[in-house]
């Protein structure tokens, strides 16, 4: 472990590989472009595909850049706290919304997570979630494609802006022929090759200190001690890891931004919307939930084999920093050929998650920006060149937010921040929307832009040194509860005071309203147990919670 | 829930469901097919990689024939994804119409 120099040896077999995999990824998009003739079929596959296939896109789109190269790196820096991103950040909102919130979704029929907004409230609420979603996911897709380019400049020697004009071009390729299946059919089959990719370094990763617990000794002897093997015990107080209460873990995390970015997220909820049937919809999240209850195994552990066998792991800047985790694995423990499929499922990962990014931003900008506010009631196939030439624009954009993010050194940690605040308010908007009939169209308007203005401000006070806390984390923690409890204070407010909708208005939108069927569509063999959404979602909850045991 | 009647009717998603008649979905290839070609074809090369593999590569796997195992690994994955595809072909997906009992 000489510690310079992030490069890989890659050899012909290895770019032999990646190649095949950047064919076949074009090869899924053609291939899917003769499958689209309406617009629903670009932008929602024509709400055809089955449950296993959205269900692996719904957990590959969230497994992008930041998260899988992140959550080595705090698995590294907070041991196996980590795990509360996934056992209960994750997969009780996950299975909330695929047991409660997706009838409304899909049942409505609407094809966007705006759109909704638009029904259950008005025009107003409508543009400010499109506007804001729209402008979120190109800059977070420039941010993936800036991170995909800095792992390839450093594992391959790429130069920055050949990184980043490949990858995107790639992305823009398969999207704008394939359109959403093109996407999602991707995501499926990113998901394997990211497996593929990730269980070689976990399991050599283990064999090199003596399997779990060889694993566990060095990581009691390591800088974080015992405390990096347990994700409950200290946490009455803040010292422990992560520094955080488990008060601040449950509702916080668990809560407040678990609930936004899952269930309000349209780049995670699109995927649900092209399912096939309800049953299959509402299945989608919480079949997701199951690889995600497992995803720690390929993430935190060799984060942890990381932080003892790297020597000097955690510097603040150079090859030794957190995130390089997993390419410093990759280099030190990978012989070629499974070091080729390695670097084939980083690349498939910022490719997901870009691409999650680029279909939802083109959906809400023709669907939600363009049809509702500039040109009605043009002939359908007009939308999908609409769609088409926004695909183009997202990236275009998307490549000029990369440059813009190479100008900063931790922009990252500041977008991921700053968006799961703006989730926060339009999670809580929607929750009260879906449960209380008689919350009113301008209390939605208000709670969702006074609940965003309260997080903001609660940001910008942070990041100008006015307000301080121990950490980015607990500023996200309070900034997402200030915002959840401005949205209810406003609603209700503001609701008893302005005129409720009607009934009628509110049918398959609302709860206890009626106009849902959960059944009418239902494909034969869709009845039988094992394919019941709530004995699913049961089972995936009560397993998040048994997985803790050995690690409390 | 009840299930009585249907949800609050707008215009711009009863023209969306109205174009959704015609459709091209049903076209749609099967996923599988990738999926199992892409991993046959890695694991083939992979394993062969992994047969040849030198003490060297060996010794930096910590002594485990990694190349090998996954290869080999890779490839039943492949080959399974292909048999299921093989076993049970996709039913015509109709979202339109309610389908009678297969």
């Given amino acids: 472990m000489d510690g310079d120099g992030l490069r890989l040896n890659m050899n012909g077999l290895d770019y032999l590989i990646l190649a095949l995999y950047f064919v076949t990824v074009l090869g899924v998009g053609i291939a899917a472009r003769r499958a689209i003739r309406t617009s629903v079929d670009f932008f929602l596959s024509g709400r055809s595909l089955?449950?296993?296939?959205?269900?692996?896109?719904?957990?590959?789109?969230?497994?992008?850049?930041?998260?899988?190269i992140g959550m080595a790196a705090n698995g590294a820096q907070y041991g196996v706290?980590?795990?509360?991103?996934?056992?209960?950040?994750?997969?009780?909102?996950?299975?909330?919304?695929?047991?409660?919130?997706?009838?409304?979704?899909?049942?409505s029929k609407v094809r966007s997570v705006p759109e909704y907004l638009r029904l259950r409230f008005n025009r107003p609420t409508h543009l400010l979630n499109a506007l804001s979603f729209a402008v979120a996911q190109v800059l977070i897709a420039g941010v993936n494609l800036y991170a995909l380019a800095l792992v390839m400049q450093a594992l391959l020697g790429w130069p920055l802006w050949t990184a980043i004009v490949v990858g995107a071009a790639i992305v823009l390729a398969y999207i704008t022929i394939g359109g959403l299946s093109g996407a999602i059919y991707n995501e499926v089959l990113q998901f394997f090759v990211i497996l593929a990719g990730l269980i070689p370094v976990t399991v050599i990763g283990l064999v090199k200190v003596g399997g779990v617990n060889g694993l566990m000794d060095a990581v009691r002897d390591s800088k974080l001690g015992e405390a990096g093997l347990h994700a409950w015990q200290d946490t009455g107080s803040t010292a422990n890891p992560l520094g955080?209460?488990?008060?601040?873990?449950?509702?916080g995390?668990?809560?407040?931004?678990?609930?936004?970015?899952?269930?309000?997220?349209?780049?995670?909820?699109?995927?649900?919307?092209?399912?096939?049937?309800?049953?299959?919809?509402?299945?989608?999240?919480?079949?997701?939930?199951?690889?995600?209850?497992?995803?720690?195994?390929?993430?935190?552990?060799?984060g942890l084999v990381a932080l003892v066998t790297v020597k000097g792991l955690g510097a603040e800047s150079g090859d030794l920093q957190y995130n390089n985790a997993i390419p410093l694995l990759m280099r030190d423990l990978l012989p070629n050929g499974v070091l080729g499929v390695a670097v084939t499922g980083l690349?498939?990962?910022?490719?997901?998650?870009?691409?999650?990014?680029?279909?939802?931003?083109?959906?809400?900008?023709?669907?939600?920006?363009?049809q509702a506010y500039i040109r009605r009631d043009r002939p359908d196939d007009y939308y999908v060149r609409v769609g088409r030439w926004a695909t183009v624009a997202a990236v275009v954009v998307g490549i000029g937010t990369a440059f813009i993010a190479a100008g900063f050194s931790n922009i990252m940690n500041y977008i991921q921040a700053l968006f799961s605040v703006f989730n926060a308010p339009l999670f809580a908007t929607f929750i009260i929307g879906m449960f209380w009939k008689r919350m009113t169209a301008l209390a939605g308007f208000w709670s969702l832009l006074l609940g965003t203005l309260v997080s903001l401000s609660l940001y910008l006070l942070y990041k100008g040194g006015v307000i301080d806390f121990n950490s980015d984390l607990e500023e996200s923690f309070w900034g997402a509860?200030?915002?959840?409890?401005?949205?209810?204070?406003?609603?209700?407010i503001i609701t008893p005071l302005t005129a409720p909708k009607r009934d009628a208005e509110l049918r398959g939108l609302v709860y206890g309203m009626g106009g849902v069927d959960l059944k009418g569509d239902v494909l034969a063999g869709d009845a039988v147990w094992y394919r019941s959404p709530v004995l699913l979602g049961v089972i995936a909850v009560a397993l998040a919670a048994l997985f803790y045991i050995p690690v409390f | 829930m009840s299930n009585d009647g249907q949800p609050a009717q707008d215009p711009l998603i009863d023209e969306a469901q109205e174009e959704q008649r015609r459709s091209a979905a049903a076209r749609l290839f099967d996923l599988r097919r990738v999926i199992g070609g892409l991993f046959v074809a890695y694991g083939v090369i992979v394993t062969l990689i992994g047969v040849f593999d030198s003490a060297a590569?060996?010794?930096?796997?910590?002594?485990?024939?990694?190349?090998?195992?996954?290869?080999?690994?890779?490839?039943?994955?492949?080959?399974?994804?292909?048999?299921w595809q093989w076993r049970r072909p996709a039913e015509p997906p109709a979202p339109n119409e309610k389908q009678p009992g297969t």
């Fill in chain 1, 50 to 68: 089955p449950a296993w296939v959205t269900g692996l896109a719904f957990v590959s789109a969230n497994l992008g850049a930041l998260e899988i």
């Fill in chain 1, 81 to 107: 706290m980590t795990v509360h991103y996934y056992w209960i950040g994750a997969v009780p909102a996950m299975v909330f919304l695929g047991i409660v919130m997706m009838p409304f979704y899909y049942g």
């Fill in chain 1, 244 to 251: 955080a209460q488990w008060i601040g873990i449950v509702f």
């Fill in chain 1, 253 to 302: 995390l668990g809560f407040v931004l678990s609930f936004g970015y899952w269930t309000t997220n349209f780049a995670e909820v699109q995927r649900a919307l092209s399912a096939k049937n309800m049953s299959a919809a509402r299945r989608t999240p919480i079949i997701a939930a199951y690889p995600k209850l497992f995803i720690p195994l390929v993430t935190v552990i060799p």
């Fill in chain 1, 347 to 370: 690349l498939a990962s910022f490719m997901a998650g870009m691409a999650a990014n680029v279909s939802g931003f083109n959906t809400v900008f023709t669907y939600d920006i363009w």
């Fill in chain 1, 481 to 492: 509860g200030l915002a959840f409890v401005t949205a209810v204070v406003v609603a209700a």
């Fill in chain 2, 57 to 83: 590569e060996i010794d930096k796997a910590q002594g485990v024939r990694i190349n090998l195992w996954a290869g080999l690994v890779m490839l039943v994955f492949g080959l399974l994804m292909l048999l």
